[in-house]
C-alpha cells in the first residue's frame, strides 16, 4: 500500500474538504555560522490542496524563496516532515526525491534560466528529454504548447531575441511542458513591466484553471489577487491566514 498522508483529512483549512496534495509539519531551516545558528524558517505547517493557486508573500530576506526551493526539492537540508501526495519526502533518498520533482513539479524563475544558446523551440524539448520522452513524442508535445502559448511564429528565436515578457511565456511553457501537477514560481513578473506581468498572470491563471496547483512568491497584491489564498512569511514564520469565506 502506498503510504498515506496522516494529515490529508484534518485540514483545518476554511475551503474544500479534500485531502492535502501537500503537507508540511513542522519544518525549520537554518545556516551555521561557527557556533551560531540562524533559523530561515520556523516551525512551518502548510496544507496545500490540488488547484489551489497560492502566493507567498513578506519582506526581502523572509524565507520565502527558501521555502519555494525546499517545496520543489533543491534543498536537502531540513528537519521536519514533507509529505507530497502519497510520499513521505523527508525520507526519501536524493535521487528519489529528484524523480519525485521532475514527475510534478516545473519551476518558473524570476530572471527566466532560459538556455541562450537554444532556440524557444529547443529550451522547450530539454524537460521532455530529461524524463526520456521519444523524439516523436517531443516534437508532438512541443508543438502543442507553443501553439497553446502561441509562440508557433517564435519557435525558432534565442531568448535574446525575445522581450522580457515573451521570454517569462517560455519560460512558462517549459514549466508545463511536461505536464506537471503543481507549477513552483519565484517572483516570476520581477524583471517585468505591469502590462508583460499582466500577461504572465493571465497565463497562471489559466493553467489554474486548467487544474495545475500554482504556488508563486509575489511582492505585488495585484499578483496575489489572481491566487486564492495568500501565505504570509516574515522572519521565517508564517503568520496566521486570515480565514476567507469559502
Ligand atoms: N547560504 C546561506 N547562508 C546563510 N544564510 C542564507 C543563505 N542563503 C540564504 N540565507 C538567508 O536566508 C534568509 C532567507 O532568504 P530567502 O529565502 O532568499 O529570502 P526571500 O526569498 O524571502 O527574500 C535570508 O536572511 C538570507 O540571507
Ligand atoms: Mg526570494
Known amino acids: ?13 476554511p475551503s474544500g474538504a479534500g485531502l492535502s496534495m501537500i503537507s508540511l509539519r513542522n519544518i ?5 555560522h561557527g557556533p551560531t545558528k540562524t533559523f530561515v524558517l520556523r516551525r512551518i505547517n502548510l496544507d496545500i490542496r490540488e488547484g489551489e493557486f497560492i502566493s507567498i508573500m513578506g519582506p526581502s530576506g523572509a524565507g520565502k524563496s ?29 535521487n528519489d526525491r529528484l524523480e519525485l520533482y521532475k514527475k510534478h513539479f516545473g519551476f518558473v524563475f524570476q530572471s527566466y534560466h532560459l538556455l ?4 524557444v523551440y529547443e529550451n522547450l ?30 519557435k525558432d528565436l534565442f531568448p535574446s531575441q525575445l522581450s522580457g515578457g515573451q521570454q517569462q511565456l517560455v519560460g512558462i511553457a517549459r514549466a508545463i ?33 486548467q487544474g495545475t496547483t500554482i504556488i508563486q512568491v509575489t511582492h505585488s497584491e495585484a499578483n496575489a489577487a489572481y491566487g486564492n489564498r495568500v501565505i504570509e512569511i516574515v522572519d521565517g514564520w508564517i503568520t496566521p491566514e486570515k480565514s476567507t469565506a469559502a
Open 1 to 13: 500500500m502506498p503510504f498515506a498522508n496522516p494529515f490529508g483529512t484534518k485540514s483545518a483549512e
Open 28 to 32: 525549520e531551516k537554518y545556516f551555521e
Open 66 to 94: 527558501t521555502l519555494l526551493h525546499l517545496l520543489g526539492m533543491h534543498d536537502a537540508s531540513w528537519t521536519g516532515e514533507y509529505y507530497l501526495l502519497d510520499h513521505a519526502v523527508h525520507k526519501m533518498k536524493k
Open 116 to 119: 541562450d544558446n537554444l532556440t
Open 125 to 154: 524539448e530539454i524537460p521532455l528529454s530529461y524524463r526520456n520522452v521519444k523524439k516523436s513524442d517531443r516534437e508532438a508535445i512541443v508543438a502543442d504548447v507553443l501553439d497553446r502559448f502561441s509562440m508557433v511564429g517564435k
Open 177 to 209: 511542458v511536461a505536464n506537471p501537477k503543481i507549477i513552483l514560481a519565484d517572483e516570476p513578473t520581477g524583471n517585468l513591466h505591469s502590462s508583460q506581468a499582466k500577461e504572465i498572470m493571465e497565463k497562471f491563471k489559466e493553467l489554474n484553471q
